[in-house]
């Protein structure tokens, strides 16, 4: 089943298109990386697809729901992680999955809802290892403490489709390393749109990868049908090759 | 539970946590009460000046103390703006209703506790200074103190909305002194007189505080509460309403 499909989808900022004319296709269980440089209109279309920002033109479905006509059913298949870290300072690791979960869960009620919202929290803090800082406020963690926190609170609501906007932004080698490793045992349970523009990240992570110059998507495909394609080695080289065509 | 006591739950534990809020909100109105009736205390009987006296002191300090409740409001609401959490929650099945009420409800359940705070500290006071406060009249007042509290969070709710994190609280502190002067809260406004009563009078301020004396006071007369407070209460409606398109409008903006 197709997680998610735009046909023309577009975003106008005054003089300035961010996003134009996307047409994409995403199978559901897919990693897919969305692969550019600064401005290329990554998070533009991460926006559009979450609901955070109104389509120019065109249209996107996620799971068959319309973004502009269903956007509640949206909401409800899909979790974000951007590229800030957003989460509430003051509270805790533990407080801060608490309340995301409430805020999923609002709808279930009883003793039956808050056990299934512990187990939910407890599996999530074990599957991101969080349990040493489960108490310590969010505040006092460090930026790849952070990053899993982050991620850690898009999945609470068990999103069908996870979205991880730069989720490696500003860390160092080793925690970049051990969220990959999160990511790849996510692969197989959520959908997950990545978008980033380290190389090296998409290349280990993603099973297809399109690159994105100027809004417009100008490649797409899996790593090998993108050497393929370009006759380079190496998604640094495929991507230089790719740039300097467009 | 429901979403707007969710992130309701969140806002006073973040607010919980912040040590200025107890400095502002707590700490601040009861070092004013303490002063105030120190100056009272130095202020010869014959000169006829009441207004610092416990019973006009209290309404008066607890209405100002609600000022620090809209400059925490503004913080907590600006501060959430400025980074990407609220961008986060915009991406869940929140409504814009979840976030104001969201927003509302703690900060007038905190302006409560702060006037219970100011209100038990004034009868001690009005303990050590042998004046007779009615402990009827303060929990009369608890209640009456409420519409205002509804006033000046919406007041912070807006400026927090408007406004980033480094303009909403400049802002507040001019609402602040607004409030305190033309409030009518350290000076006796009636007496005074003039166009500045005029001023006063065209500013929902001095209701505000006229209406907690008088419940204080017991006094529940139409010219000394019933008007002061129909004011506050049509004022508080009118502010919460601009305050909720105001936040709709800029998380629409925000979602274009």
């Known amino acids: ?246 | 539970m429901n979403r707007t006591l969710v992130f309701a739950k969140r806002n006073i534990i973040e607010m919980s946590r912040d040590m200025l809020s107890y400095i502002f909100c707590i700490a601040f109105p009861i070092v004013m009460l303490l002063i105030m009736t120190l100056v009272n205390e130095s202020i010869p009987a014959e000169s006829g000046m009441t207004i610092f006296r416990i019973d006009n002191l209290a309404g008066g300090v607890v209405i100002f103390g609600q000022t620090f409740v809209m400059l925490f409001t503004a913080l907590s609401v600006s501060k959430d703006r400025s980074g990407s959490f609220l961008i986060r929650l915009f991406a869940t099945p929140m409504k814009s209703g979840n976030f104001t009420n969201g927003y509302i409800l703690p900060m007038v359940a905190i302006a409560v506790v702060q006037s219970l705070i100011t209100f038990v500290v004034a009868f001690i006071i009005s303990l050590v200074v042998s004046y007779d406060l009615s402990p009827a009249g303060l929990i009369a007042a608890m209640i009456a103190i409420i519409p205002s509290a509804i006033m000046f969070t919406a007041i912070g709710l807006i400026f927090g909305t408007l406004f980033n994190q480094n303009a909403a609280p400049g802002l507040c502190s001019i609402i602040i002194s607004l409030g305190s002067f033309l409030g009518a809260i350290w000076f006796d406004a009636e007496s005074t007189g003039g166009v500045l009563l005029k001023i006063c009078r065209c500013l929902p301020f001095i209701y505000c505080t006229k209406a907690a004396r008088a419940a204080i006071s017991l006094d529940f007369s139409m010219d000394a509460f019933v008007i002061p407070e129909l004011i506050v209460l049509g004022t508080a409606t009118i502010l919460t309403v601009i305050a909720i398109a105001v936040f709709r409008t800029r998380m629409k903006a925000d979602l274009s």
């Open chain 1, 1 to 246: 089943m197709n997680a998610i499909i735009t046909e023309g989808l577009t975003k106008r900022y005054k003089d300035k298109t961010a996003v134009d004319s996307l047409n994409l296709s995403i199978d559901e269980g897919e990693l897919f990386a969305l692969l550019g440089v600064n401005g290329a209109g990554k998070t533009t279309t991460i926006r559009m697809l979450t609901c955070l920002s109104t389509p120019s033109a065109g249209h996107a479905k996620v799971f068959g729901h319309d973004v502009m006509a269903e956007p509640d059913e949206v909401k409800r298949l899909v979790g974000i992680s951007t590229q800030d870290t957003a989460v509430a300072e003051n509270l805790t690791v533990y407080e801060n999955l608490k309340f995301m979960a409430g805020v999923y869960m609002s709808e279930e009620k009883g003793k039956e809802a808050e056990k299934s919202i512990s187990d939910r929290i407890e599996n999530i803090i074990k599957m991101f290892n969080l349990d040493e800082v489960r108490n310590k406020k969010a505040k006092t963690l460090s930026g790849g403490w952070k990053r899993k926190l982050s991620i850690a609170m898009a999945l609470i609501g068990e999103p069908k489709i996870l979205f991880l906007d730069e989720p490696t932004l500003g860390l160092d080698v080793l925690a970049r390393r051990e969220l990959w490793k999160i990511i790849e045992d996510l692969k197989s349970k959520v959908t997950i749109i990545l978008t980033t523009h380290y190389m090296e990240e998409a290349e280990a992570l993603a099973d297809r990868i399109a690159v994105m110059i100027s809004g417009k998507i100008v490649e797409i495909g899996t790593m090998d049908e993108l050497e393929e394609r370009t006759g380079k080695k190496g998604l640094e080289e495929v991507f230089v090759e790719i740039a300097g065509r467009n």
